[in-house]
């Protein structure tokens, strides 16, 4: 009966660990699921080893309880949430580098630089803020000037009459020799 607790124990310590380790090294896995990853690959040795199948299945399946309930807390309690996975931290506030929390993640620049390319994001000025999230992906909002332009912009833009929104028939113009309105001389 002692192997539960020292199940339950190794999944907390591993976990604390990684969460130490940063988020480079897990940077699709949450801390909890990469520790029993390598659990359960760990225990499926032991068999083999000491001859002993039932410790090692029972084993795994106190590491999946252990990470069942340990989301079960995530969701429940905020602060444990912090304490396991952590929180985001942000890299880029308005268009400048927040370097000194790039060197608490131990994130290089460059490293920065190349995750903001392949976002597709050439210049770390057209950056409102950035993120680095618990899993070690990039979140990020671009400036208004570097967003791309939606439906709701175009929207707007044609309710403020900036544009023209009668349609008119460009052959109906032809046959007529003319124009059903004035146009600019600058732009006819």
């Known amino acids: 009966m002692d192997w539960i607790w020292k199940s339950i124990l190794l999944v907390l310590i591993g976990m604390i660990l990684l969460r130490i380790a940063g988020r480079k090294s897990i940077s699709q896995m949450s801390v909890a699921t990469t520790v029993i990853i390598i659990s359960i690959g760990t225990t499926i040795v032991q068999p083999i080893a000491n001859h002993e ?81 618990p899993n070690g992906q990039l979140g990020y909002v671009l400036k208004r000037h570097a967003r791309p332009v939606t439906i709701g912009d175009l929207e707007a833009l044609l309710k403020q009459g900036t544009w023209p ?12 020799d003319g124009h059903s309105r004035p146009i600019d001389s600058k732009i006819q």
Do not use: C
């Open 53 to 133: 199948l039932g410790k090692a299945i029972g084993s795994a399946a106190v590491f999946i309880l252990t990470l069942l309930l340990v989301e079960q807390l995530q969701l429940k309690f905020n602060w444990f949430e912090k304490l396991m996975s952590g929180k985001s931290k942000v890299v880029v506030e308005d268009g400048k580098l927040n370097l000194p929390n790039l060197k608490r993640m131990r994130f290089s620049v460059d490293q920065l630089e190349m995750q903001l390319r392949e976002k597709g994001i050439t210049s770390i000025a057209d950056l409102e803020t950035a993120t680095m999230e």
């Open 165 to 176: 929104t009668e349609s008119k028939d460009l052959f109906q113009e032809v046959i007529q």
